[in-house]
């Protein structure tokens, strides 16, 4: 089955203890990306990545890092996690962003405290 | 920079109407569009995509519209279900220099009263 996977899917943690959310997709695409979903501000782009090894920043980028070492997989790390990075968390892939849609994963519920 | 706005932010109506949620955004630059459904804390589900030289998409009782040049598409779904409860959000692939990601409205919140 087709599909992008995360996790973990919930995850509690506490200010400046580094973690990493995993993302994982099946269908060979060359682009992934990472969103935030936040309350009254909706669905913002954190990273995004073309293809292997290649990255660049969204529109939201500060406090995180990506990396691209492989095709199938995009990994988001915060490596000193704050209150304010508390939120919902997308990845995403696409063959091709220009000619088809994309897939979205299910989501990570993270909570800084 | 491309903004995305969706009216209205909630809808509420009895079962079996036909209702038109809709999108505008505002810069026409764009590959295309697309609607997606999200279930309360659960990921999104792609609807229709709608590449920008083309009108409209058909799946099932969803049928969405774009007019690029007036920065509109509208999401019509026929005869309504208490099933499509759902939050529905319209993005846009911006056509810009780098490969940007997708740009949200904010959504449509929607009820169907069985």
């Known amino acids: 089955e087709a599909q992008v996977t995360q996790n973990p899917r919930y995850l509690i943690t506490v200010t400046g203890k580094k973690l990493t959310v995993t993302c994982s997709q099946n269908m060979n695409h060359e682009y992934m990306s990472w969103y935030r979903q936040d309350p009254g501000l909706g669905l913002r782009q954190i990273y995004y990545?073309?293809?292997?090894?290649?990255?660049d920043k969204g529109d939201v980028p500060e406090g995180y890092k990506v990396s691209r070492k492989e095709k199938r997989n995009f990994p988001l790390i915060l490596e000193s996690p704050s209150p304010n990075q508390t939120s919902l968390y997308f990845c995403?892939?696409?063959?091709?962003?220009?000619?088809?849609?994309?897939?979205f994963g299910p989501g990570t519920r993270l909570t800084v405290t | 920079k491309q903004e995305v706005t969706q009216i209205p932010a909630a809808l509420s109506v009895p079962e079996g109407e036909n209702l038109v949620l809709n999108c505008s955004f505002t810069d026409s630059a764009i590959y295309n569009l697309q609607w997606f459904r999200q279930d309360p804390g659960k990921g999104l589900t792609s609807l229709l995509l709608i590449q920008s030289s083309q009108r409209e998409q058909t799946s099932g009782r969803l049928n969405a519209s774009l007019d690029k040049s007036s920065g509109r598409s509208t999401l019509y779904i026929a005869a309504s279900q208490p099933g499509d409860s759902a939050t529905y959000l319209c993005?846009?692939?911006?056509?810009?220099?780098?490969?940007?990601?997708?740009?949200f409205g904010k959504g449509t919140h929607l009820i169907i009263q069985p």
């Open positions: 995403a892939s696409s063959l091709d962003l220009r000619q088809t849609g994309q897939y």
């Open positions: 993005a846009v692939a911006p056509r810009g220099g780098g490969a940007d990601g997708l740009t």
């Open positions: 990545s073309m293809n292997v090894e290649v990255t």
